[in-house]
């Protein structure tokens, strides 16, 4: 177990590298952050860090730079997360607040958080399975025929042609209309209708994937831009959706990517998780905000929702 002291520097060091890039040495250390100790001191603390793999030496001669190790135990160790400023929540609020459909709400906030973090932001769909019917409405294509369309708690809207075994006159299909949704309204669809919740239920969007030119990923790139093409690589990255608005942080090697982080969150409407958010990045990356950012979002698109 570090101490205080030891941790201050490693959180330092994090700081550092997340803000200029270059690899941090003990005396810009004492010169940036007052640590009150002499740079000798410092250099033992860092030699400690390092045998206990929370930071390496890129280079001889150079400066320490954090490890997946290091990135961890600063994230597990933050004092707090960087809220988001009064003038940001009114901004989140109004941008997501325009949204006329589950698409629109969807695609604004892939675009807000990517511009909120400057990573790619990748968002899940409300799964069909967590959600529970609000109305059904049928729609006669032809006399033995007709177009269901769900909506549900959550905004989606769903649709499905109906072969009916025999003619239909409209007033049975009236009738059958009202008897479904008193009979549904309120359900969840993972326990009504099979057929319905298996479509689309794992579509995923993503966007800011210019942020990626950034050269943190090195060799790593390749296997991040692939991930972004397979809808269940980032189902898996986001993680299980453990409830409105936790918050998980997955660095280094426990997303299967080198180089990579991803910050994610459920979201939902009456304290229940409906889906997920959340942004890929690189390892070197501004946790604090970046937490914040995911966890202000999630919050705002619950709201919305719960008011759809």
């Known amino acids: 177990m570090l101490d205080e002291r030891k941790l201050a520097v490693l959180r330092a060091i994090v700081e550092d590298y997340v803000s200029t890039t270059e690899p941090v040495g003990s005396k810009s250390l004492v010169d940036r952050h007052g640590l009150d100790v002499s740079p000798a001191t410092i250099r033992n603390d860092m030699a400690v860090l390092e045998e206990q793999g929370f930071i390496a030496q ?33 901004a989140i ?54 177009l269901l369309v769900l909506i549900t708690d959550t905004g989606r809207v769903e649709q499905a042609a109906v072969d009916l075994p025999d003619a239909a006159e409209p007033e049975s299909i009236a009738h059958l209309r009202a008897v479904l949704n008193a009979c549904l309204d309120g359900h969840k669809l993972s326990d009504l209708l099979d057929s319905l919740a298996e479509r689309h239920e794992e579509r995923v969007v993503f966007g800011g994937a210019a942020n990626l030119a950034a050269p943190d990923f090195g060799k790593g790139l390749r296997d991040v831009l692939e991930a972004l093409e397979e809808q269940v690589v980032l189902m898996r990255l986001l993680g299980e959706a453990a409830g409105p608005p936790v918050l998980t942080v997955r660095i280094g090697a426990e997303t299967g990517l080198q180089g990579a982080s991803v910050v994610s969150a459920a979201y939902g409407a009456g304290g229940h998780a409906v889906a997920k958010l959340g942004v890929l990045g690189p390892t070197r990356m501004d946790y604090p905000s970046t937490m914040g950012a995911v966890r202000a979002v999630a919050r705002y698109v619950g709201q919305i929702l719960g008011e759809s």
């Open 58 to 90: 890129p280079h001889t001669s150079a400066g320490r730079i954090p490890t997946d190790k290091g990135y961890r135990l600063f994230v597990d160790r933050l004092t707090s997360i960087k809220p988001m400023s009064a003038a940001e929540r009114r």
């Open 93 to 146: 609020e109004t941008f997501l607040a325009g949204a006329y459909s589950l698409d629109d709400i969807v695609t604004r906030t892939v675009r807000l958080l990517a511009q909120l973090t400057r990573q790619v932001a990748v968002v899940q769909y409300p799964s069909l399975s967590r959600s529970a019917v609000r109305h059904i409405e049928l729609v006669a294509l032809s006399p033995q025929r007709v």
